[in-house]
């Protein structure tokens, strides 16, 4: 065993908005754990996902590429996962005991992709009856005796109608996937380290936190959901509990942002937990942790909810990574260096002293652990493909703008993040911005340019009126 090793622990969550943690200037939600995590990390604040539903950006994950070389640019629950060299594979391969506690959502549901142990709460079963139960759902049948079920299994995956978890919160799966997470280090092998996929699946809808949590913005007066001026056609009476677009009316869309938020907060009393059984038994100083998301949720900003859009709400995600006083790593910092999911493989392969295989797409962001420059990257693009809602977002990204995209309609978005977080207002058509917009189609083109039969560029110009499918074959 190398004892120069650091222990990992990826701590993934589904759905979580890039700007929902209080010491990253939320003045509303609650999440001090999160909070306090920040003062002995790197926080990335220009963190995204490369492609922002769920297939797609955990394929990203694990493989180090972009989704054109996963073959996912959406949710499909058909395609085999049949990737070689892994995160989780090369570290087994490499000595790590590899651990998931919670959601993957791997096709199928069991297949390993280099976890020895892997201990699962997943939803697809809720509606297919083929699918295996995982093994959230097969202890909360023996521990309640079926008398407690699964708000996911009970309602609408998606939808926006609150349902406060009514049962003990330790039956929340919530805390199962943190309670099991320590009994699974608890019960490591001690000859090795260890790298532990501790994944929740909220804030993901069911919106259902327990109801202490809901309560702690039950009489919270939350601000107006930000409406650019460029999103009047997005807008119109929504008359499903799930929209991708429209408006949710009356009280509906108000009880859904703060049961959202006590999720948030549930998960975040989790990792307060983790950290303390982590320091108490010796371990936190032997561990990096890196926290975010694989994707956000636009909860009504610009007449949107859900993912899949190019917007900050759902392609911005956390992205913190803690790191151990020693090995010489500059905490307690902050960056906008753009970032994506696809780093996270070549960051913990690097950390570890590990090779990076050859095809990984990302990039070690250990010279900025280190306190030094990233000298290549100057963006990182996103992509993502709603046939129905015929939208193809994409969006290039850099430390201070952000370039949309839709492969459909042509629509052109440019924002100054730095002046405009909440993106209101659309510079596209600014003169000041003309030569920086240019650059950043420059930047898309090339990007595009080296997939030639997706058709969506044709004589080194954007091409509209293309949408890409879930799921491609890779081309060989």
């Not at 702690?216 to 509990?241: C, H, L, N, Q």
């Not at 799930?242 to 703060?258: S, T, V």
């Not at 570890?352 to 962001?365: F, H, R, T």
Request: hydrophobic share 35%.
């Amino acid at each position: 065993m190398n004892t120069k090793q650091p222990n990992i622990i990826l701590i993934l969550t589904d759905q979580w908005r890039g700007d929902c943690i209080g010491a990253l200037n939320n003045d509303i939600i609650q999440t001090p754990f999160l909070d306090e995590m920040t003062v002995d990390s790197v926080v990335f604040e220009r963190g995204y996902s490369p492609s922002p539903v769920c297939v797609p950006a955990r394929a990203c994950l694990i493989t180090g590429k972009k989704p054109s070389s996963t073959g996912f640019f959406g949710n499909d629950f058909s395609i085999e996962w049949n990737y070689k060299n892994t995160l989780m594979e090369v570290l087994r391969d490499n000595g790590y005991q590899t651990i998931n506690v919670g959601k993957n959502h791997f096709e199928p549901q069991r297949k390993a992709l280099g976890f020895e142990i892997n201990r699962l709460y997943e939803t697809q079963n809720a509606y297919d009856e083929f699918k295996l139960p995982s093994d959230y759902h097969l202890w909360l049948e023996k521990e309640t005796g079926g008398k407690v079920k699964d708000t996911a299994k009970m309602h609408e995956n998606n939808g926006r109608v609150v349902f406060p978890w009514n049962a003990e919160s330790r039956l929340h799966p919530t805390e199962w996937t943190l309670q099991e997470s320590l009994d699974q280090i608890e019960r490591r092998d001690p000859t090795r380290p260890f790298y532990l996929q501790m994944s929740f699946h909220r804030p993901h809808p069911p919106l259902d936190p327990p109801s202490f949590y809901y309560e702690m913005y039950r009489d919270v007066e939350f601000p107006e959901v930000p409406i650019g001026e460029w999103a009047p056609e997005f807008e119109k009476t929504s008359t499903t509990t799930n929209p991708f677009e429209g408006r949710i009316e009356g009280k509906a869309l108000d009880m859904a942002r703060k049961a959202y938020y006590g999720s948030i907060s549930h998960i975040d009393a989790q990792i307060g937990k983790l950290l303390i059984w982590l320091k108490r038994r010796r371990v936190l100083d032997d561990t990096i942790i890196i926290f975010t998301s694989d994707h956000g949720e636009m909860l009504g900003d610009h007449n949107m909810f859900r993912k899949g859009a190019a917007f900050e709400g759902s392609a911005k995600v956390p992205f913190i990574v803690r790191l151990p006083k020693s090995g010489g790593y500059k905490i307690n910092r902050r960056t906008k260096v753009p970032v994506n999911l696809s780093d996270i493989m070549p960051t913990v392969l690097d950390v570890a002293g590990i090779d990076i295989p050859e095809e990984v797409e990302g990039d070690s962001l250990k010279p900025l652990l280190m306190g030094e420059n990233l000298p290549n990257r100057k963006y990182v693009h996103g992509e993502n493909y709603r046939i129905g809602l015929n939208r193809g977002w994409n969006y290039i990204v850099n430390e201070r703008y952000k370039y949309v995209w839709d492969s459909y309609s042509g629509l052109e978005l440019f924002f100054d993040l730095d002046n405009d977080p909440k993106e209101l207002n659309n510079l596209i058509k600014e003169e000041k911005y003309g030569n920086i917009i240019s650059q950043f189609k420059e930047y898309l083109i090339e990007e595009l340019s080296k997939r030639p039969t997706d058709g969506l560029v044709k004589d080194n110009e954007l091409t509209k009126g293309k949408l890409l499918p879930a799921y491609r074959k890779l081309e060989k």
